[in-house]
């Protein structure tokens, strides 16, 4: 695609419930990250694929949050029993390869998940 | 571990030169980045700049880097309101597979008046 799309773009749920989170990165894209910003803060990496693979997990903060990109393409997070803390923008971004332009990130919108 | 520390607020008349300033801790940083956030937006990469390197110019945009003092700035010549945005400094350390997980500071707030 023409950018990184996220979806759904805002998302409001109530404590306790669980939520999945979609990225599609820009076509071709080799790797995919995920980060969180909270209000008046920068984003934080959460984790990182390549291909499939997943590379870096080391920011997710507890084990409710998980993420998958089975077919390389695609990247869905998931956060288990949502906390009113885990409110924020989640943000995924792109880029074009393993060894090239490999520092080049393209972030999509976001997504807003407000939990009540 | 990694900082990154911006000022949070810059106001400039349009016309002006804008320069954001931008300080970072890990001396094995690899890239250095400016990302633009505009409201309901992404974070647009708007210039990056290789550790090896001093300075690069990009059209209006200037970017310095000081590897000695840790110190990255960000340079907008002849400012437009359009330039009112949240400008993000982040940096990549050199860790091998690391590459592309970035440090932000916490953003600059610039705000251009007509």
């Known amino acids: 695609g023409a950018g990184v799309s996220q979806s759904p773009r805002y998302k409001v749920t109530k404590r306790g419930q669980d939520v999945a989170l979609r990225c599609d990165p820009i076509s071709g894209h080799v790797s995919l990250y995920w980060y969180r910003q909270a209000l008046g803060q920068g984003p934080e990496f959460l984790t990182y694929f390549n291909y499939e693979a997943q590379q870096d997990k080391s920011g997710l903060p507890n084990d409710r949050f998980s993420a998958e990109r089975p077919e390389g393409s695609i990247s869905t997070l998931t956060i288990q029993r949502t906390e009113q803390r885990d409110s924020a923008m989640y943000r995924c971004a792109s880029s074009p390869g393993q060894k090239v332009k490999r520092e080049k990130l393209f972030f999509g919108s976001g997504t807003q998940l407000s939990v009540l | 571990g990694e900082d990154v520390e911006q000022s949070l607020f810059l106001s400039v008349r349009e016309g002006d030169s804008s320069v954001i300033n931008c300080t970072y801790t890990?001396?094995?940083?690899?890239?250095l980045y400016w990302y633009k956030q505009e409201p309901g937006a992404g974070l647009q990469l708007l210039t990056y700049?290789?550790?090896?390197?001093d300075m690069k110019q990009d059209q209006r945009l200037t970017v310095l880097l000081n590897k000695k003092d840790k110190h990255l700035s960000l340079r907008i010549a002849d400012t437009q309101t359009g330039d009112s945005a949240i400008y993000f400094c982040a940096e990549t350390p050199d860790r091998g597979s690391t590459l592309g997980r970035l440090y932000f500071g916490r953003g600059t707030q610039l705000t251009v008046w007509p």
């Open positions: 890990d001396s094995s940083s690899t890239y």
């Open positions: 700049i290789f550790s090896n390197m």
